[in-house]
């Protein structure tokens, strides 16, 4: 079964930045192209629901951000490498939470259902 893989995360102080990277592994398995899928990212904090965050269609050529990320966070793909990263600038204390990257046809973060092959997550926590 083909699953991402999140890295990056960790420890910053508010108003620092992290670059998150998601990676497929079991690539071609199943005939999956990691570049057919919109691939999104969503965070879960203690005791909350996970919460779509940030999404890029396949090929690239739309991304989607929650308000709350909006002018801080940016979702670029790079295709040749099969990656796609969350850059996260001006980091607020309220970003705290384990980061998850899922695949989906579409990029609908309010749908987290519809997306899958979740990876093991990776936790960002930001001090004030």
């Not at 057919?36 to 005791?47: E, L, N, V």
């Amino acid at each position: 079964e083909v699953q991402l893989v999140e890295s990056g995360g960790g420890l910053v102080q508010a108003g620092g930045s992290l670059r998150l990277s998601c990676a497929a592994s079991g690539l071609t398995l199943g005939g999956f192209h990691f570049d057919d899928y919109a691939i999104g990212w969503f965070r879960q904090a203690p005791g909350k629901g996970r919460e779509g965050v940030s999404c890029i269609s396949n090929g690239g050529g739309s991304t989607h951000y929650i308000d709350a990320v909006k002018g801080r966070f940016t979702v670029p793909r790079d295709s040749a490498k099969n990656m796609v990263y969350l850059q996260m600038d001006s980091l607020k204390p309220e970003d705290t939470a384990v980061y998850y990257c899922g695949a989906a046809l579409l990029c609908r973060l309010g749908q987290t259902s519809l997306f899958g092959s979740w990876g093991q997550g990776t936790q960002v926590t930001v001090s004030s």
